[in-house]
């Protein structure tokens, strides 16, 4: 994941170390710890960017705005979910589809059977 919205850092960090990219940020706005343990070398060797965000210093206009953004995201075409895997032989096009960023969501791979 090139960039991770989270709302609870100490549940969740160890899980985003192993799925952040390279270069990947997380931001974070809460959580369940007030000093959470993180995976220091994992993130480090990924060249991750940790963001702590207090929502109580944005200005209103900002908060609108992310609001809105978040919103246009949950709409039916946008999708976080794995679209049906390719077979093996389109290989190619799986390369094409990501490099493009034409979907939201992974593209998967289907094992030989």
């Not at 799925?19 to 343990?37: D, E, K």
């Given at each position: 994941m090139d960039s991770i919205v989270d709302v609870a850092f100490a549940s969740y960090i160890d899980l985003y170390a192993d799925?952040?990219?390279?270069?990947?940020?997380?931001?974070?706005?809460?959580?369940?710890?007030?000093?959470?343990?993180i995976p220091f070398w994992p993130l480090l060797f990924l060249n991750t960017t940790i963001w702590l965000l207090?929502?109580?210093?944005?200005?209103?206009?900002?908060?609108?705005?992310?609001?809105?953004?978040?919103?246009?995201?949950?709409?039916?075409?946008a999708t976080a979910h794995p679209r049906r895997p390719l077979?093996?032989?389109?290989?190619?096009?799986?390369?094409q589809v990501v490099e493009r960023r034409t979907v939201s969501g992974r593209v998967l791979i289907a094992p030989d059977r």
């Open positions: 799925i952040v990219a390279l270069g990947g940020v997380i931001a974070s706005h809460f959580s369940t710890s007030s000093a959470p343990r207090g929502g109580d210093d944005f200005p209103s206009e900002a908060k609108l705005q992310a609001a809105q953004d978040i919103t246009a995201c949950l709409t039916p075409r077979p093996l032989d389109q290989i190619a096009t799986a390369h």
